[in-house]
C-alpha cells in the first residue's frame, strides 16, 4: 500500500510540474521530491489521498488559465547543397536568400569536400522538410517545432535542437562543417501575449514588417527591440552560421574572471570578441508576463510541498547521506560537463551516441503516430545495437524533451548506489570513504592532466574504472553503460540486503531487483552472464529455505529478457539472443578448448595457444590489473571468514565479468569499467573481512 500511495503521489507531483521537463529548476524539484518520497515514512489517510488528487487537478486547471508568452518556434540545420531543396521551397525567398548568401560566405562552394566522400557533410541528408521535429512538443500542439515561452540560449547546445543528434546528419572526419558547430535557424512567430517583451540578440536577424517583408538586422554585440503590437503575428528568423564550441567550466570561469579584470582596470571588455555572428537570443518577459511566471513556479514548487508533506513524513537523517553524495555529483558534473544540465550535448560525428540518438527520437515520432508497430521494432528488425538504450532514449525525449536528464538521473545517483552496493559487504563507514575516494579520484584525474599533460593518469583511470569522471564521460557520450551499471549495482544492493526476509517485504524488493538486472543486461547484453549468475544465485539461497513462490514471483521480473529474442524473430526472423553484432565481437569457445588440446598433446603448430593467451593478456592489459585480480580467486575459493555474499560477489566477476570477457573483443574503454571496478570492490571488501575477522578474534 505504501508503494502505491509514494507512486500516486509521484503522478500528482509530475502533473504539478508539467511536462516536459526541460528547465533545471523543474528537473531539481521533481528529483529532490522523488528522493524524499523513496526516503519517507508513508502517512496512510484517505483524506490526504483525496487532498492530492485535488491539489494536482487545481494546479494544472491554474497553469493552465495563467497567460503565457507562448510563441511558436521552428527551426532546423542549415546547410545548403544544392538549388531547389526543402529549405529554399518552404522559407520565405528573401529569408534564403540572406541564409543562403551567409552559409556561402562562410562555406564556399569551391571549398567543399568532393561529394564522393561518403564521410562528409555534402554526401549526408539534407533536412527533408522547412521545420523539423523537437521533442519538447510531445505534449503540445506546435505549429512548427515546438512551443516556448522562454527563450535563452548563446550556442547550439544551449539551443536544444533535436536535430543537432540526427542520424542523418551523422558526418565526421576533418570536415569544413563540424557537427559540434552546425549552422541552424530559428524562427519565432509573435503572439499578442508577447508585446511589451524585450528580444534581446547578437547576430543575424530578419524581422518581419507590416508588408510581410524581413528586414535584416545585425548586432555585433547584444543589442534589443521591444515587441509591440503591430509585431503581432510577425515571424523572426536567426540565423547562426560561423559558430563556436560551446565554453567547458574552467573557459567559463577564466572568461568571467577576465571579463572583471578589464572592467575593473579601464571600465571596457569586448564582451563577445569572436563571437559576434554567433546567434544568441534571450526574451525578456513584460513586467505582467514577469509576475505570472513567478506565480506559477512558486505554485509549483509549494504544490510539491505540500503533496510531500501530505503523502510521507520526512527522515532528515535518512535523507541527508544521499543528498550528500548526489550534491558532490553535481558539481563534478558541472565542473566536467555542465552543458548536461539544461543543455543538448552534441555527440561527436561517427559516435555510437548519435545511434541511439536518433533511433530513441523515431521510435517517439512513430509512436505520437500511433504506428506502435514500427516503434515496438525501434528501427532494427533484428537488434544491431544494443537492444534498450533506444527505447530509454524515447523515454526521455517523452519526459525530458530535448536534454539529456534521463542519463543524467543515473549519473547523478551513482556514487550514492556504489556506497549502498558496498555496504552490502562492508561497514557503513568504509562504504562512505570507498564511495569518496571514487568521487575524489576524479579530482585527481583533473589535477595530474592539466597540471602535467600527461596521459599516464588518464590511462591508469581507464584501466580501472574507478573514477567518476570516466563515468560522467560516458553520459556524455550518450552510451548506455551508465544505465546499465547503475541498474546492475543497485538491483544487487536491494536483492542482498533483503533476500533473507521473507513475506510480501521480499517479493516487492525482490521483483524490482530482477527487473533492474533484466535492465542491465537489455541496456548491455555483454551484462546478461552476470545478470543470469545473480538470478541464479538468488534462486539457490531462496531454494534452500523452500521459498518456491518467492523465486517464481520475483523471476517474473527477469523474465522480459525473452522479449529480446522474440523481437528478432518477430520482425527479422532470425534468431539471436541479442543482437547480431555480437556474431563479430564473440570469440568463439572451441579456440580454448583446441588450445588445450595443444597442451595435452605438445603439438603447437596450430594458432589456437597463441591467440588464447594473445586474448587474454589483452583482457588483463596491464600488470597491476593481475594484481588485483589475484585477490577475486582467493575470495571465491577461500572457505573461511568469507561471507556467502561476498564469495558470491568474487564469482559474479569471475564468471559473469571476467569470463564473459574470455569470449567477446570487447574489453576495453568503457564495455569494462564495472568489471574492474567490482574487481577492485572484492579487493577492498576481503581486506575488511579479513582484518575484522582478526579482530573478532583478538577480542575472543
Not at 525567398?93 to 543562403?100: A, H, L, S
Not at 591508469?460 to 551508465?482: A, C, N, Q
Amino acid at each position: 500500500m505504501g508503494v502505491i500511495l509514494k507512486c500516486l503521489a509521484f503522478i500528482c507531483i509530475t502533473i504539478c510540474v508539467g511536462l516536459p521537463i526541460i528547465s533545471n529548476l523543474n528537473f531539481a524539484i521533481i528529483f529532490m521530491a522523488v528522493l524524499v518520497l523513496v526516503y519517507g515514512s508513508v502517512k496512510y489517510s484517505t483524506k490526504n489521498i483525496i487532498a492530492i488528487i485535488v491539489i494536482a487537478i487545481s494546479v494544472v486547471s491554474i497553469k493552465n488559465v495563467l497567460p503565457h508568452v507562448a510563441l511558436e518556434e521552428g527551426h532546423n540545420i542549415l546547410v545548403i547543397n544544392r538549388d531547389g531543396e526543402a529549405l529554399e521551397r518552404g522559407l520565405p525567398r528573401n529569408v534564403f536568400v540572406y541564409m543562403k548568401e551567409l552559409f556561402l560566405k562562410k562555406y564556399p562552394l569551391n571549398e567543399r569536400r568532393e561529394p564522393t566522400d561518403e564521410i562528409g557533410w555534402t554526401s549526408q541528408s539534407i533536412p527533408s522538410s522547412v521545420f523539423t521535429f523537437s521533442a519538447d512538443s510531445v505534449f503540445q500542439k506546435a505549429k512548427y517545432s515546438r512551443v516556448v515561452n522562454h527563450i535563452d540560449f548563446d550556442n547550439l547546445v544551449e539551443f536544444r535542437g533535436g536535430f543537432a543528434n540526427d542520424g542523418k546528419y551523422n558526418w565526421y572526419g576533418g570536415d569544413d562543417i563540424e557537427r559540434e558547430t552546425m549552422p541552424y535557424f530559428v524562427m519565432y512567430e509573435l503572439t499578442e501575449a508577447s508585446v511589451g517583451s524585450i528580444m534581446w540578440w547578437r547576430g543575424h536577424v530578419l524581422w518581419e514588417n507590416d508588408h510581410g517583408d524581413f528586414v535584416p538586422i545585425f548586432h555585433s554585440q547584444i543589442n534589443s527591440r521591444t515587441i509591440v503590437n503591430g509585431d503581432i503575428g510577425k515571424r523572426i528568423f536567426g540565423i547562426s552560421i560561423d559558430n563556436k564550441r560551446p565554453l567547458d567550466f574552467l573557459d567559463t570561469l577564466k572568461l568571467t574572471v577576465t571579463k572583471w579584470k578589464k572592467s575593473f582596470e579601464d571600465g571596457k571588455y569586448e564582451e563577445n570578441h569572436g563571437y559576434e555572428e554567433q546567434l544568441a537570443i534571450r526574451l525578456q518577459l513584460s513586467p505582467r508576463l514577469k509576475i505570472f511566471a513567478v506565480v506559477e513556479h512558486l505554485l509549483t514548487l509549494f504544490s510539491v510541498i505540500g503533496i510531500i508533506c501530505l503523502v510521507v513524513k520526512i527522515n532528515w537523517r535518512t535523507l541527508a547521506l544521499p543528498v550528500l553524495f548526489i550534491a558532490l555529483a553535481a558539481i563534478l558534473v558541472v565542473f566536467f560537463s555542465q552543458h548536461l544540465f539544461g543543455g543538448y550535448f552534441i555527440h561527436p560525428g561517427g559516435c555510437d551516441g548519435t545511434t541511439h540518438q536518433t533511433l530513441g527520437r523515431n521510435i517517439l515520432q512513430y509512436a505520437i503516430d500511433g504506428d506502435w508497430k514500427m516503434a515496438l521494432q525501434g528501427g532494427e528488425k533484428v537488434y544491431y545495437n544494443t537492444p534498450g538504450f533506444r527505447y530509454f532514449r524515447a523515454i526521455e525525449k517523452t519526459v525530458f524533451g530535448d536534454t539529456n536528464y534521463g542519463n543524467l538521473i543515473f549519473a547523478l545517483l551513482f556514487p550514492y548506489i556504489m556506497y549502498g552496493f558496498l555496504t552490502c559487504f562492508v561497514s557503513k563507514m568504509w562504504a562512505f570513504y570507498t564511495a569518496v575516494a571514487f568521487i575524489a579520484s576524479s579530482f585527481i584525474h583533473h589535477v595530474i592532466l592539466y597540471s602535467t599533460k600527461s596521459m599516464a593518469f588518464v590511462s591508469v583511470s581507464y584501466k580501472l574504472g574507478f573514477s567518476y569522471r570516466d563515468y560522467v564521460f560516458v553520459t556524455e557520450g550518450g552510451w548506455p553503460e551508465m544505465v546499465c551499471y547503475a541498474s546492475f549495482l543497485t538491483a544487487i544492493w536491494i536483492a542482498f540486503k533483503h533476500y533473507r526476509v521473507q513475506g510480501e517485504s521480499y517479493l516487492w524488493y525482490g521483483f524490482v531487483a530482477h527487473f533492474l538486472l533484466f535492465i542491465a543486461a537489455f541496456m548491455r547484453p555483454n551484462i546478461s552472464i552476470a545478470s543470469g549468475v545473480a538470478v541464479l544465485y538468488l534462486a539457490v539461497m531462496l531454494l534452500k529455505e523452500k521459498r518456491y513462490k518467492d523465486i517464481l514471483i520475483t523471476w517474473v521480473g527477469f523474465a522480459p529478457v525473452v522479449l529480446i529474442p522474440l523481437h528478432n524473430i518477430w520482425f527479422g526472423k532470425q534468431f539471436f539472443m541479442f543482437t547480431s553484432s555480437t556474431n563479430m565481437h564473440v570469440i568463439s569457445p572451441s579456440m580454448y578448448l583446441l588450445a588445450l588440446k595443444e597442451i595435452m598433446t605438445l603439438s603447437f603448430s596450430g594458432n589456437n595457444l597463441g591467440n588464447a593467451i594473445g586474448h587474454i593478456i589483452q583482457m588483463i592489459a596491464v600488470w597491476y590489473r593481475l594484481l588485483l585480480l589475484l585477490p577475486v580467486f582467493y575470495t571465491a575459493f577461500k572457505r573461511k571468514d568469507i561471507s556467502n555474499d561476498l564469495r558470491a560477489l568474487a564469482f559474479f566477476v569471475l564468471i559473469g565479468l571476467h569470463g564473459a570477457n574470455l569470449f567477446t573483443d570487447a574489453v576495453g574503454f568503457r564495455y569494462v569499467f564495472m568489471t574492474w571496478m567490482l574487481t577492485i570492490i572484492v579487493d577492498i571488501a576481503l581486506v575488511w573481512s579479513l582484518l575484522n575477522s582478526r579482530r573478532t578474534r583478538t577480542c575472543q
